[in-house]
């Protein structure tokens, strides 16, 4: 049997079998299932969450709702839950080989929605929606939390308030760092000049990081309209799935939610075209994307074919295609391209 | 009871429950207290250090001491123990929750004192004083060992031959890397053009790395006085302070010896204020430096709000402040964020 | 004893007692002796491997054999087993003491012969024979396998077609990507202009990573022949020799297949000589290089004296030489300096 026992080693390979962090009192370990709602009820509502509506509050809720008919940019975004296969094919391409046992989870998942909620833009997914902005405009974002849990949005790269971080905070914690179970929150980012590139958002709350282990992530890109756009973008979240957040027997290293070469993203490009990729690392651990048969200009300059990327770190890399055929992009750290990160790039 | 037990598993997380080195014939791992005294007297003194002081000897001596006499910035350090709180306030702001357990130790630290070791300049801190040079001045640091054991002081980035690098190096060590308890030595070091910027320093003795794991590092900046200075500077140490050193049942994950909001520095700046921000990495592990609400151009041009850092880098950061709140900096290492590298930067 | 056992706990500070791969059915780990033979042969070959010699295999051996004619470079390079000794001197001069223990074991190295592989140029050695081109040219490797199990070249930093790529993909794998025992393969590879630096080979066939711990990569450069060249290179490769592929008791840490300063490389230059370091990490782990004594202008124009590396990446530095004496070069994390990643550079 390939992969059916629990193995806690294979969990050190990818930071895993180790301490993560104390929630309401609990320790917990990559290797072990959370139980979210259980933790979440230990948790304190922060005084400024709780307080009753006062006329700050409204004054405040006001404001936002003026920001965000203002803005530029309007998002309706939900945190479900999701059944999520991670290895859907069931099968290693990379290696030609089965991949048995459970690979499906109830998945955290921010999904996009037409505005006021009304219909879902496609399914939920791992990562969520590409939030996108040009230079100077302002986004709000609509936030409803349909889990059990008070989860938040936290972005890079662009502009907020305090209060508009998504980051819970202890005592001094604002709304917008706990939203709790049914509630909405208008968060109100602005792209300042200068901040053109890919970034992220994921989860900030109490509970930070399971529910963020779980798939609360997505890209955030902010444009230089005066820019040239590619012709073909992808964007790559390179982090992991271990049993904190699945309760399957293994870990799993993942390109956006999925692991193993035909269940990783297939990306696909011609030979002419200008080609973009978007890679964010976010991970307990530190990461090295590789691309077979393609080297890029790095942001200082240096021709590379390698990059290491910390959590939190995203990178942009552009080229115009000008190689067919079958090519692999990995990681490089050997035992995380072994546990799945791997996958296709095909130009025709 | 939220930390009162040993887990090994925690360590795993810092890079921790690991074999580190071997030292005078033990092995030495992260999660057990190692007995320095001990270890140091199965250390050999290597020959230079041990000749009796010939002709050679005196001449050396002599020349230090003339250039000593001639450098433009002199400094008197002392390595002292010194009882240390990793938790002073005993709470973790950002989970707003106790931290129970034993937080104290005994510490390594360098101490500034005034010339010829007169009066000490403050107490000994975690990390050492800032040492200052502008590019083209020479440096002089009269180093004396208080400790029990032989320590040394090894800089980053600025230059010196190689009897002042203060690097155990067996039978080749000079007096300067195997300064014994007890004894001064006189560094001298040159700040060269083109070294300006954020450095550091640390032992780098017989004992290394353990009397580092106690303390034994602080910050070195090479400055370039024809550049405008920044209103208000920060300077954070990312590391660890684990049983090894600390004979506490459990690892930190620190800012500048200290671990959880409130505890490490709580940085203030004031809208308007031209800010620098210089990070410095030193533990067995990689960080990933992140501050909210705040992004920055890194020394290649591109703008971004995390940067990865391994051991012995260091970096500096600036930005004209407009983003007043209650902000938080931290590692974005899952498990190094819930160890306690995180901290407040308030900006009114 | 200083290092007679087995200690798990050594491993983990190397990245280590972890899972690393699932090869034919086998789940290997860094700290247990993995039997390649026996993994081998229960790998499938795959069908374009495996294929009768058709019309379309015959076109495509004469296409290139015509353009390894064409090539400016041809290199004959035999994979062959070696027995190698990681601490030939026995010592750590670094810490003056004896290394016990058993340190050889036999590699896996890449070896350059003359034409037609008429004879040996020189001893098999970890890393593999520097391969050189200029910008333009074309390089045609004509590869043997005289190991009992698949292997190949993967290159980084030029250019090839997917057939020339040297990486098993599965189903979808080429001829190039599973050199089987006892067959010869010609890779054509072509040095575009903008890729000049330093680059590496190494093992991407069905049984990586271990071919590739056991000694299997090597230095690529590519010269652009109208910038002047230094007058002395370094070449040093960043890895760990582990149980799973030496059945040592133990890991180490090291620079070219050598562990502990005055087995490692020992590099020497003189005052006024133009200087490189060219530098690769490939390990299952992230290392820092650190020089003593020197610093060096990165590619953003930053000077720095410390460089955080991940698996595959590779950088050149050049100074000229000022500075004589004894420095070191090792890796900054702590344990890994102290399980071998140190050496001398001697300066006259």
Excluded at 202 to 209: A, S, T
Excluded at 267 to 285: M, S, T, W
Aim: charged share 20%; net charge neutral.
């Amino acid at each position: 049997m390939d992969f059916g026992s629990f193995d806690r080693r294979q969990f050190l390979a990818g930071g895993g079998a180790a301490f993560v962090c104390t929630l309401a009192g609990h320790k917990l370990f990559l290797d072990q299932p959370a139980d979210l709602p259980k933790l979440a009820s230990g948790v304190r509502v922060p005084p400024k969450v709780a307080a009753a509506e006062g006329p700050a509050q409204t004054r405040f809720v006001s404001d936002v709702s003026t920001a965000a008919a203002n803005a530029q940019r309007q998002y309706w975004i939900r945190a479900e839950e999701r059944r999520w296969d991670i290895v859907p094919t069931g099968r290693d391409e990379m290696m030609d080989k089965p991949i048995n046992g459970k690979t499906r989870f109830p998945a955290y998942v921010y999904r996009a929605y037409t505005p006021n909620f009304g219909q879902p833009l496609g399914n939920g997914r791992i990562p969520g929606p590409l939030i996108r902005a040009n230079v100077g405009e302002t986004v709000a974002v609509h936030f409803q939390n349909r889990l059990s849990v008070p989860v938040t949005m936290h972005p890079h790269g662009i502009f907020y308030s305090d209060e508009m971080d998504g980051a819970y905070k202890g005592k001094y914690t604002d709304p917008g760092g706990f939203v709790q179970p049914g509630r909405t929150f208008t968060y109100i980012w602005t792209a300042r000049p200068g901040t053109q590139g890919l970034w992220l958002y994921h989860d900030h709350g109490p509970l930070d990081p399971v529910p963020l282990y779980k798939g609360l992530f997505g890209p955030l890109i902010i444009r230089d309209p005066s820019q040239p756009r590619p012709d073909v973008e992808f964007f790559l979240f390179m982090h992991s799935l271990q049993p904190i957040a699945t309760n399957l027997d293994r870990l799993f290293g993942c390109f956006n939610g999925r692991a193993y070469a035909g269940n990783t993203p297939t990306l696909r490009a011609k030979v002419g075209q200008r080609v973009a990729f978007h890679v964010v690392a976010l991970d307990n651990d530190f990461h090295t994307f590789h691309l077979h048969g393609h080297r890029w200009t790095d942001t200082d300059g240096s021709v590379i074919d390698t990059k290491t990327m910390g959590p939190g770190e995203s990178f942009t890399f552009e080229f115009t295609e000008n190689d067919p055929g079958r090519w692999f992009y990995h990681c490089h750290v050997f035992s995380h391209l072994h546990m799945g990160m791997n996958g296709w790039y095909i130009v025709s």
